[in-house]
């Protein structure tokens, strides 16, 4: 799907049915004839459209003729947890494209936004990847929620708590490898004459490049506190499991010493006070009190 967008003077996005200069130009899933109707009227590198609609695309920064090919990674919902989808945004001498595999749901709010201003389609690419950092900082935010939750019942811990955990953790490094592999394309890019003229957009861009090191930080702390949970939670299960161990071992002992005593007077053999009246008394008494006995010294020294 192809979709031209510019701005009215109410400051919101309309859609156009031709190309205009200073338009934002929505490519979402393209059919084979879509980027190669792309490619013909705009002058583009089809290999990078299709790039930009691999799942496994890596941020990057590539430069053909006039036009910049800016390849990002976004983060979206999924199934109650986060991933990392790619994104191409072309800065084209008359537009800025979009291209992505799906809808995404940050541009689908992009285009319902309200009071939107930019003077030249660098500013405008800008406003994109503000809103990218925007959504890496809401969908960290949410982790570290969710993982502040998981710690209200810690001392009565599961294994889907510990499943939990490993996700966020995955999730966290894969928004770190984005981020990161962003922000070193935005440092080649600041740098680039060709596209960023105006004093002002080299602030900008250099805010963006400073924003995305934050980002950085942001997640390392996050993938941190992550780890830092998990491994507390893998440290009280494995005390659990000592505990239980140490409790059944004990237990074990204590009636261990019955067993013997009995088994040696249930031996067909002449054993002392067999004849005794009170014979089984005195046996009973006896494996009572070092029974009871050895379970005091254990419990004493809490082994059990």
């Known amino acids: 799907m192809i979709r031209y967008c510019l701005l009215s003077k109410q400051h919101t996005w309309t ?21 190669t109707e792309l490619t013909n009227s705009f002058h583009l590198e089809y290999g990078h459209l299709k790039d930009a609609l691999d799942v496994n695309e890596v941020p990057r920064f ?38 992505s595999k799906t809808k995404l749901d940050i541009l689908e709010n992009f285009y319902a936004k309200n009071n939107i201003s930019y003077t030249n389609l660098t500013e405008l690419f800008i406003l994109f ?15 570290d929620k969710q993982t502040i939750s998981t710690t209200i019942n810690i001392d009565r811990i599961e294994n889907r708590d510990i499943v939990t955990l490993v996700l966020y953790e995955q999730v966290l490094n894969e928004f770190l490898n984005a981020v ?35 980002l950085i930080e942001l997640s390392k702390s996050s993938l941190s506190q992550v780890k830092n949970i998990r491994e507390a939670y893998s440290a009280i ?24 005593i009995a088994s040696l007077y249930g031996m067909n053999v002449t054993l002392p006070f067999q004849n005794h009246p009170y014979a089984f008394i005195g046996v009973l008494m006896v494996i009572l009190f070092l029974s009871f006995g050895v379970f005091y010294i254990f419990f004493r020294r809490r082994w059990l």
């Open 129 to 143: 990847f503000n809103e990218i950092i925007t959504h890496y900082n809401n969908a960290i935010s949410k982790i």
């Open 180 to 214: 990161v592999q962003t922000n070193a394309f935005l440092k080649v890019f600041i740098s680039n004459k060709r596209f960023i003229k105006k004093k002002s957009d080299y602030d900008r861009i250099e805010d963006l490049f400073l924003a995305t090191g934050q």
């Open 237 to 260: 299960m494995t005390n659990n499991l000592n505990r239980v161990i140490k409790f059944f071992t004990a237990l074990t002992i204590v009636f261990t010493i019955p067993m013997i």
């Open 62 to 99: 590539e430069e053909e003729d006039n036009c910049a090919y800016l390849y990002t990674r976004i983060p979206i919902a999924q199934n109650n947890l986060f991933t990392t989808l790619p994104i191409l945004f072309i800065l084209h001498p008359t537009a800025v494209f979009s291209v």
């Open 15 to 35: 859609q156009i049915d031709t190309p205009q200069p200073n338009a934002w130009i929505y490519i979402s899933n393209p059919s084979e004839e879509e980027l």
